[in-house]
């Protein structure tokens, strides 16, 4: 997966489950949280769905590298590369 | 053959139904073992003659088990998720309805406690801020003594409801007052239009679309172990293999009766028996009858004779201190049926051992004071009651299977015992009523999602 491909895999993910939310005008470099009325809950959505579709793990420690999309992007493009 | 499945679930409360689901959703084989002979686990109801249907715990959830239920279940269960706005309180100290919102808590303080504006807005920053990594060591009780000094009215305001949605009490640390009383008191109080039997059947229906394995009247007897990982499930008498096994059953059963204390190590297991199980809990279900109305008198009635709040003393066998259901016909649309459930805690000590005569005596007891207290709020309650009927912690017991009746679970303490299991058995995980956090219907699903996400990483093995 190309950079711009994993940023739109994020982005679908984000888009089942906050499904009412407008994401077309997303800042990349600010957190989520706020801009998609993401809670943890959803953050742990996030991660499920990536080993779902991915196979890819985000570790508990690691939650944090996915506050933007930017930086979930950065964090996992490189886990996502061969997929 | 034995079957072999992913992942089996142990207990159909709205834990293990909502892990099941996640699991299920996410690509795995489930099966679900429940032992009664309906799922939902304390989430339940019961039918009797003459058209009454009692539910058990539906008196009131957070406004986030619509986002959740959405997620989680389906659009069309969040959609029946309607807000409760007649929030009553009773007592010597007070007397007033809410809609139990922040707003309407703020101008009650403010109101009819007199407390300074700046005192309000900084206790509920304070609360809305605590989480669950915060410093552990404040207890409730110096939380308000720290906002509200000496103000008895003030702290039966704010721990009375919360006693009665999760069996806390003043001693147990401030943070798990702060994110259960934040969540209820963000948006008000809902409930699920339909009725309980409603809502579990259209749950019962996505397990199946969504291929999960139910099996009632199958009450699990044992978890097998083999060089510290599991591998499968004994219940009924039947063996079940799998790779993953997640207890909704009590916690301290789970790891003591099912499993075996020798497959743990003995410093893990010394911090389980240090685990303390929550109160259980005393109901009286008033059916009234077929034609008759009761005017509104609130949804949920928090009532109280007793001069001031005593964790203790809500517990004990002569509380005068109950919380009202009143279920009217709207809950159940089409129906035209009023139902009232009286709750009070209980400790499963004050009826565990009472002889037939002495508990039917005390069954009668607890029936007759609950009416008596009624009667304040309808005062032609005897003349409309159709059936009646107790239940104690006993019964709890009986049904659930948890030990001493506990109705909420265990205390603080638990959380930890239950996210750590899978650190001393391989593919052993809990979930289910722990830490006065993981409580309630919300607390529930949301701890059976959380449990899944680490059930599904075990199972990918990534």
Redesign the interface.
């Known amino acids: 997966m190309t950079k711009e491909e994993v940023r739109q895999a994020v982005l679908d993910i984000i888009a089942t489950?906050a499904p009412d939310e407008d994401l077309s005008t997303i800042n990349r470099d600010a957190p989520l949280r706020e801009q998609a009325g993401l809670d943890s809950?959803d953050f742990?959505?996030i991660?499920?769905e990536l080993?779902?579709r991915y196979?890819?793990?985000v570790p508990e420690k690691d939650y944090m590298e996915l506050v933007s999309l930017n930086s979930s992007t950065n964090y996992l493009a490189p886990k996502m590369a061969d997929k | 053959m034995v079957k072999k499945y992913d992942a089996i679930i142990i207990g159909g409360g709205l834990g293990g139904l909502t892990c099941a689901n996640?699991l299920a959703v996410?690509?795995h084989k489930v099966l679900l073992l429940e032992s009664h002979i309906k799922l939902g686990g304390l989430a339940t109801w019961f039918k009797r003659k003459g058209g009454h249907i009692f539910d058990i715990s539906l008196h009131g959830f957070p406004i986030g088990m619509i986002k959740?239920c959405r997620?989680y279940w389906s659009k069309q269960i969040a959609d029946s998720i309607v807000q409760l706005k007649g929030i009553r309180f009773d007592n010597p100290q007070f007397s007033f309805t809410t809609t139990f919102d922040k707003v309407d808590f703020k101008r009650l303080l403010k109101e009819e406690f007199s407390i300074n504006q700046e005192v309000i807005d900084d206790f509920f920053h304070t609360v809305r801020s605590m989480n669950f990594f915060d410093d552990q060591s404040m207890t409730t009780k110096e939380l308000f003594e720290k906002f509200f000094p000496g103000n008895d009215a003030v702290t039966r305001m704010l721990m009375e409801p919360i006693a009665y949605a999760n069996g806390s009490t003043l001693d147990d640390p401030a943070i798990t007052y702060g994110i259960v009383f934040s969540n209820f008191m963000d948006k008000g109080v809902f409930t699920f239009r339909g009725g309980t039997d409603v809502l579990i059947k259209a749950m019962a229906d996505i397990l199946e679309t969504n291929g999960v394995d139910v099996r009632l009247r199958s009450p699990a007897q044992k978890i097998l172990v083999r060089d510290k990982k599991v591998y499968g499930v004994i219940a009924n008498g039947e063996e079940y293999h799998c790779d993953a096994i997640v207890s909704n059953a009590n916690l301290i059963s789970t790891i003591n009766d099912f499993t075996g204390a020798s497959h743990f190590d003995d410093d893990f297991i010394e911090n389980v028996n240090k685990v303390r199980l929550n109160n259980s809990s005393c109901q009286v279900y008033i059916g009234i009858k077929k034609g008759e109305k009761i005017d509104y008198i609130g949804d949920l009635l928090f009532t109280s004779t007793a001069g001031k709040f005593d964790s203790k003393m809500l517990c004990a066998k002569d509380v005068t201190s109950r919380t009202f259901s009143i279920y009217y016909p709207d809950i159940r649309p089409g129906t035209d049926m009023y139902s009232i459930v009286a709750s009070t805690n209980a400790n499963y000590d004050d009826w565990a051992d009472l002889s037939e005569e002495n508990y039917q005596r005390d069954k009668k007891r607890l029936i007759d004071t609950s009416i008596d207290a009624l009667e304040k709020y309808i005062p032609d309650i005897r003349r409309k009651i159709d059936y009646i009927e107790a239940a104690t912690p006993r019964t709890f017991k009986h049904y659930t299977r948890h030990l001493r009746g506990a109705s909420f679970g265990t205390k603080f303490e638990g959380l930890k015992v239950s996210m750590e299991l899978p650190k001393q058995i391989g593919g052993l995980f809990h979930t289910g009523s722990v830490g006065i956090i993981m409580s309630g219907w919300l607390g529930a699903v949301?701890y059976g999602?959380?449990v899944?996400?680490n059930v599904?990483?075990h199972l990918?093995k990534?």
Request: glycine share 4%; hydrophobic share 35%; aromatic share 0%.
């Open positions: 489950i809950m742990l959505d991660v499920m080993r779902k196979n890819v793990d | 996640r996410s690509g959740t997620k949301n999602v959380i899944a996400n599904d990483k990918r990534c």
